[in-house]
């Protein structure tokens, strides 16, 4: 005998993996995209009149959230500016199909499409990198490297905020994961469904608590078009023990994403803990834990020859390579076109630690004194005197260092 | 697109390397090593004896917060881990020791054969076990049955010297065939259930030092026995309540979250009732680190912490101490294997059971496989734990009315709770059987005192007054639930309590300042 469904008595076509409950497909539908309201509201993920960068790759979880994020701006008047932010890192063949997807969304959702790439950005290509690295830590880049790209292209087309197709499956991958490594910063922040909210662009996640079948069967039953993409230098990283280890107990507990997400919000970290604290790369001005954010290593190693500084294991290697680029920075900063003038990444942020504003006041008070005045705009040629900033960039890169040796909980890559 | 996020790639473990103790010396005194602890040390035999003895005493040292001649409840599972507590103990305490121990221990076995069906027959036998090991330790000791938790007014009321055990199984039942020694279990009934009226399986033995075991028992016995009888049906029906209880759960995983409350209920209360302010766990990091993340799991994570923390100070009177919190499971077994301790073994739940039998099941094997290729994963998860607040210093705070830790259900939205609470109400048109039953089922029946006082007609909790007394994962283990007068006693008493203080709180409400 067909079920009836839970809301209308029309028959129903499916059993919601979330509740178990029996539903056709326009309830479905109405009860999917209502959820994900609920998150918006309930968070005040938006404000009206922003531009929100939605960020596309054409998989299906950013598919879902491009088509649901148009609905649900029209249904509630969000009045938001919707515009579809794509990233393509240079893997040949790997991005032609789901830039392709991309693309057909642009046309499809009547959505703008902006497409930057890893050369604009980085200078580099993943296939580039590749024939320089080799298969086995090229994950470590993309992964990186992806993170600021889709900030960075954001920034370069104004937007307030960046969306991601983050579900509660990821959401709960990470908690697990962060559990496995001990990584107290990690886990904390990782439930938070805005992140980067001071300093750099905030992302949100309004997917966080919808789960990942049910964005495949919304996208199925709406006969949305996706390209499914597995990285084709297929991440060994141990997310993969997570991700195990959570289908394993869905089994169990159909639940358990849920839960998982539960346990990762009710978390409360001790008051003697000292956090990480996220300040800014001194190089890139993008949000960093360290003084030289990760990117740059990476890059500093690709542009020197050094492929494999960067995604080294311990710490004390980590703050070697930090100590290196800091003992190089005065020759990188000349010889690097810089997107903006260093000044502007190195004046104080909210969210620096005391320390940092500390070496930032009395880099100021330098400036003034010697009466230079330091650019403001973001232009390649940067008119203010650079011995004197790289010389302070320098210098407090050096102290940070010097910093994170003694305070080792400050030390997050 | 690449699914990899940042920091995905670290490499937090390292893979472990063949690093056998063979051909190796001993980090401390260079004789031939027998074993490679955590951190790639090696060390001899005696070498390790110091290590593992120091560790102990400096785990259960350095808090201070065992006071000298204080009293202890040592909490025995028969298992390796607990074994080993229990010698570690022996040891720490004889004289030849030169730091010695000084706290005063009490031991106890909580029976859970009734949770696992097991035939009375097996339950004696496991009884008997424990207790010849216990009793030849010379401390007091009690035995307690799982079931008797379901009624802890029991307990509560129950007041005996300490060094009174209370076998809880069914020894009782066996009482034509079983032989001398388990009888004189049953001798000091009387002294020990005069106050007592429903609980036959309070009893003592005495097997203290001051009172050599055995006195005028048979006196005792004979005058017991018509006792016995006539309680052994209550006996029966406690232990036929928590199978049914256990039953209607429907999950394996909820059945082991109830059992791990209500066996921490009971050493709580015993310890309570007999005079200990301590009560000492038997679990090793290895267990912890499962502990964790199954409390992880089943959205426990607000209780991580306490339930893997040297002291836990949920309970009101009694502190939980874990001193095997340092060691490994790998540790514990060198240990017993080299002092000849030996366990007692005890069927669970899932001792048949596949990896997927249930969650505590699954991620011990997970956690276990981890552990064998990564090293570091042990003391990885620990360190998480390590890093979160227990919430003891918070003041004020609500707890659960089952499990005790502090509710972690008063959350505002957005959060996973009101995402779940709202996917259910708009996928479903809201007219499950809860609200129905609800509806013909009226609280608040009472002789007209209004108090509940009079008792005459007691009133039955709904389960919506039971589950917003209850934390998350208490939620979770009693979802399934079909009857919320199964639950045990204490949890239902707690909730009339709470309703009645919502109800006096609605009555003086407008009267009350706002002080937050
Ligand atoms: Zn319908
Ligand atoms: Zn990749
Ligand atoms: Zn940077
Ligand atoms: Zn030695
Ligand atoms: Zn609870």
């Known amino acids: 005998m067909p079920l009836a469904c839970g809301l209308c008595d029309k028959q129903a076509i499916l059993k919601r993996p979330k509740t178990g409950d029996a539903l056709c497909k326009e309830c479905f539908f109405l009860a999917f995209e209502e959820e994900v309201h609920q998150t918006i509201t309930d968070a005040s993920l938006f404000i009206k009149g922003e531009t929100v960068a939605i960020g596309a790759s054409g998989g299906k979880d950013s598919t879902v959230l491009a088509y649901v994020m148009k609905i649900l701006n029209e249904r509630y008047d969000y009045n938001l500016n919707l515009v579809l932010l794509s990233i393509d890192e240079g893997i040949t063949g790997y991005r032609d199909d789901s830039l392709e997807s991309v693309k057909r969304n642009e046309i499809q959702y009547g959505l703008p499409l902006k497409i930057v790439s890893y050369e604009e950005l980085y200078g580099w290509t993943m296939d580039a990198i590749v024939k320089q690295i080799g298969l086995k830590n090229n994950c470590t880049f993309c992964g990186v490297f992806r993170r600021q790209a889709l900030d960075r292209g954001a920034l370069m087309l104004k937007v307030d905020k960046i969306v991601t197709g983050h579900n509660a499956d990821d959401v709960a991958e990470t908690v697990i994961m962060n559990v496995l490594r001990g990584d107290i910063g990690r886990l904390r922040r990782c439930t938070a469904i805005t992140t980067g909210t001071d300093g750099a662009l905030p992302r949100c996640k309004p997917f966080k608590y919808t789960y990942e079948k049910e964005i495949v069967m919304y996208a199925y039953f709406r006969k949305l078009d996706y390209f499914s993409t597995e990285c084709i230098y297929s991440p060994n990283a141990y997310r993969g023990f997570a991700r195990a280890y959570i289908k394993d107990l869905e089994k169990i507990r159909p639940s358990a994403i849920i839960d998982i997400i539960h346990s990762g919000e009710s978390l409360s970290v001790k008051k003697e803990v000292k956090m990480p604290v996220q300040g800014v790369c001194v190089r890139c001005g993008y949000i960093s834990s360290n003084t030289v954010c990760k990117a740059c290593i990476m890059l500093e190693g690709l542009n020197k020859g050094l492929p494999r500084l960067g995604i080294g294991k311990t710490h004390k290697e980590r703050l070697k390579m930090a100590e290196q680029i800091g003992e190089k920075e005065d020759s990188s900063i000349n010889s690097q076109n810089l997107k903006s003038c260093v000044s502007d990444h190195f004046r104080p942020k909210s969210n620096s630690t005391s320390f940092e504003k500390n070496q930032l006041d009395s880099f100021w008070v330098q400036i003034s004194q010697s009466g230079q005045s330091c650019c403001k705009s973001n232009t390649v040629g940067c008119s203010c005197q650079r011995s004197v900033v790289c010389k302070d960039v320098t210098a407090g890169i050096q102290s940070s260092v010097e910093q994170q040796k003694i305070n080792s909980s400050v030390i997050d890559f | 697109m690449c699914s990899v996020e940042e920091g995905d790639t670290d490499v937090p473990f390292s893979k472990s390397r063949p690093n056998e103790s063979i051909g190796r010396t001993c980090m401390k005194c260079q004789e031939k090593a027998i074993l490679i602890t955590r951190v790639n040390d090696a060390f001899c035999r005696s070498c390790f004896m110091v290590y593992i003895t120091h560790k102990f005493r400096a785990t259960v040292g350095k808090t201070k917060l065992v006071r000298d001649g204080e009293m202890v409840l040592v909490a025995l599972s028969g298992g390796p881990s607990s074994s080993a507590l229990l010698h570690l103990i022996q040891e720490g305490l004889s004289e030849r020791t030169h730091k010695k121990l000084r706290f005063r221990p009490g031991l106890i076995f909580i029976d859970e054969g009734a949770a696992v069906n097991l035939p009375s027959s097996e339950r004696l036998n496991t009884c008997e076990k424990m ?108 232990e036929e309540k928590l199978k049914c209880l256990l039953k209607s759960l429907n999950s394996v995983s909820s059945q082991e979250d109830l059992i791990r409350t209500i066996r921490h209920k009971i050493l709580s209360e015993v310890a309570t009732t007999c005079g200990y302010s301590k009560v000492m766990l038997g679990s090793c990091g290895t267990r912890l680190a499962v502990t964790l993340l199954t409390d992880m799991a089943i959205g426990r994570g607000g209780q991580a912490a306490v339930d893997t923390v040297f002291a836990d100070r949920r309970y009101k009177n009694v502190m939980f101490l874990r001193p095997l919190r340092e060691f490994s499971s790998k540790e514990i077994g060198m240990y017993n294997a080299l002092n000849d301790v030996e366990s007692v073994f005890i069927p669970t739940l899932t001792t048949k059971g596949s990896d997927g039998a249930s969650i505590e099941h699954l991620t011990e094997a997970f956690v276990t496989g981890l552990q064998r290729d990564y090293p570091s994963t042990v003391s990885n998860i620990m360190r998480t734990g390590e890093k979160l607040s227990t919430g003891a210093e918070e003041e004020n705070k609500e707890n659960c009315a089952m499990c005790q830790s502090s509710l972690d259900t008063n959350v505002i939205a957005p959060s996973a709770l009101n995402a779940v609470e709202f996917s259910q109400r708009i996928s479903s048109r809201g007219d499950n059987s809860d609200s129905k039953r609800d509806h013909c089922n009226k609280t608040g029946e009472c002789c007209g005192e209004g108090d509940g006082s009079c008792n005459s007609t007691r009133t039955r909790a709904t389960k919506q007054q039971v589950l917003a007394s209850l934390c998350y994962g208490c939620r979770l283990a009693i979802r399934k639930l079909d009857d919320v007068e199964k639950l045990p006693l204490y949890v239902l008493k707690d909730v009339f309590w709470r309703v009645r203080r919502e109800k006096m709180k609605s009555e003086i409400e407008e009267f009350l300042l706002d002080t937050s």
């Not at chain 2, 401390?139 to 809880?168: M, R, T």
């Not at chain 2, 066996?174 to 259930?193: F, H, K, N, P």
């Open chain 2, 131 to 238: 207790l010849e090991i216990m009793k030849s330790t010379g401390f007091p000791c009690h035995i307690k049955a799982l079931e008797q938790g379901l009624d802890n007014d029991n307990i509560q009321e129950f007041s005996s010297p300490p060094d009174i055990c209370c076998p809880g199984s069914r020894l009782e039942k066996e009482l034509g065939t079983i032989d001398y020694d388990t009888e004189s279990i049953l001798s000091d009934i009387s002294t020990a259930t005069s106050s007592v009226t429903l609980d036959m399986s309070e009893c003592s033995i005495s097997s203290s030092i001051e009172e050599p075991y055995g006195n005028s028992r048979e006196a005792i016995a004979v005058s017991s026995m018509s006792r016995v009888e006539s309680s052994f049906q209550k006996y029966e029906e406690a």
